[in-house]
């Protein structure tokens, strides 16, 4: 009987400890707040002025939504714009880790971002601007391991549309192709 107590207790410590442990790791400061520079595009701070600003506009979408070539459309105003945005913004390519993982070509009317290694999931970023205004961003994620590969291709054109188009394939199942796309 006491060591099924004190084994008891073991478990009751132990799992205490690691559910602080663990919390304690998922509150790691943002790259903002340990006051470094960001190296590339902010993302995030992009589609969340954009979030706000369209939560605030309320703008009437004109949405479609097709799955292997079935399509659904519909007018509608979006309820959370931070989560019709999320795709974009977990894009974001300014983690402490990723500083040297992408080439950067900057034009006078684009920046496009790289990725100089094959396990990073985001594998280009390409932002149009003119007169200092952003006016376009795509970009292209891909997630492969042994039994599938995912391809995203999102694009955002302020005022005029967003598109995310992704394809995966699973080895046992097949290929799905989903395409969303909102019109203002």
């Known amino acids: 009987m006491y060591w099924y107590k004190s084994t008891k207790k ?68 979006i309820t959370s714009w931070t989560k019709e945005l999320n795709l974009f913004t977990e894009s974001d390519i300014n983690k402490p880790a990723w500083k040297l993982s992408y080439n950067v070509q900057a034009n006078d009317d684009s920046v496009v971002y790289k990725a100089k290694y094959p396990e990073l999931k985001t594998r280009e970023i390409v932002i149009r601007k003119k007169a ?33 188009e992704k394809t995966q394939k699973v080895k046992i199942m097949g290929a799905n192709n989903y395409r969303i796309k909102g019109v203002f």
């Open 132 to 164: 200092g205004q952003v006016t376009a961003v795509a970009i292209v994620n891909n997630t492969h391991n042994i039994l599938y590969n995912t391809t995203e291709k999102l694009v955002y054109a302020p005022g005029a549309y967003y598109s995310i």
């Open 10 to 77: 073991f478990i009751i410590y132990t799992s205490v400890l690691l559910l602080l442990c663990g919390s304690y790791a998922c509150n790691k400061p943002e790259i903002k707040e340990t006051g470094a520079e960001l190296k590339y595009f902010d993302i995030k701070e992009y589609f969340a002025k954009e979030a706000l600003r369209l939560t605030t506009q309320n703008p009437l979408v004109d949405k479609t939504v097709a799955h292997n070539g079935a399509a659904e459309n519909k007018k509608l105003k």
